[in-house]
C-alpha cells in the first residue's frame, strides 16, 4: 500500500441513498507518497479534478441535498454523463488507494456508479478513512469532540473554501490528512 497513490476523493450527491440518488460532483486530488525525515509520508500532488455529473433523475433527488450542495442548472449546463465522469475518473485513479473523510459514503456511491456504468474500477482495493483515522489519533485530546470536516478544520485551523462542493472538501480532507499523520 505504500507504493500505491492515494486518491483523495469526495463526492457531492442527490441525497443520501446511492440506489437511489445520483452523484452530481466528484472532486479528486490524486497524491503520490514519499518517504519524510520524520513522522508519516510526505503527500505529493500529482492532480487534482473535479467532475460535475449531469443528474438524469432529479425527481428522486432529496431538495436539502441540492441546497446543501448548491446545486443550480446554470453551473451543471456543461456537466457530463456518469459514465463519462466513471471513465475519467476511473483512468485517474488506476492503482490509487481511495481516501475520503467519510470513505464508507463515498465509496458506495462509487461501487454503485461503477456497477450502473459498466466501467472497471481500476483503482487499488484498500481504502483510507479519515474520519477513522481522526478519531485514533485525537481521542484523547478534550478538544476534539466531533470528527466532521468541519470540526476538524476548526481543530486544525485549516479555511475550506466552500463546504460542500466536491473540490474545495477534497483539498480541506488533504490539509486535515496532512496535519493527522504529522501528530
Not at 33 to 54: C, D, S
Not at 76 to 100: G, P, Q, Y
Request: hydrophobic content about 40%; charged content about 30%; glycine content about 4%.
Amino acid at each position: 500500500m505504500k507504493n500505491h497513490n492515494l486518491a483523495f476523493t469526495d463526492l457531492e450527491t442527490t441525497g443520501l441513498d446511492a440506489h437511489k440518488h445520483e452523484i452530481i460532483e466528484i472532486g479528486c486530488i490524486v497524491a503520490r507518497q514519499a518517504p519524510a525525515l520524520i513522522g508519516g509520508p510526505k503527500i505529493e500532488v500529482i492532480e487534482e479534478f473535479l467532475l460535475k455529473v449531469k443528474p438524469e433523475h432529479l425527481e428522486t433527488a432529496d431538495p436539502e441535498a441540492l441546497r446543501i450542495n448548491g446545486y443550480n442548472e446554470a453551473e451543471w449546463k456543461e456537466a457530463i454523463s456518469l459514465k463519462e465522469a466513471m471513465e475519467i475518473f476511473a483512468s485517474k485513479t488506476k492503482d490509487a488507494s481511495i481516501i475520503a473523510q467519510n470513505v464508507s459514503f463515498d465509496w458506495t456511491f462509487l461501487d454503485e456508479a461503477f456497477r450502473q456504468t459498466g466501467v472497471e474500477n481500476k483503482m487499488h482495493y484498500h481504502k483510507l478513512d479519515v474520519i477513522s483515522f481522526a478519531f485514533a489519533k485525537l481521542y484523547d485530546k478534550s478538544d476534539a469532540q466531533k470528527f466532521s470536516l468541519r470540526a476538524l478544520c476548526k481543530y486544525f485551523g485549516i479555511r475550506n473554501e466552500k463546504e460542500h462542493s466536491a473540490l474545495a472538501d477534497i483539498r480541506a480532507t488533504l490539509e486535515v490528512y496532512k496535519k493527522l499523520i504529522e501528530m
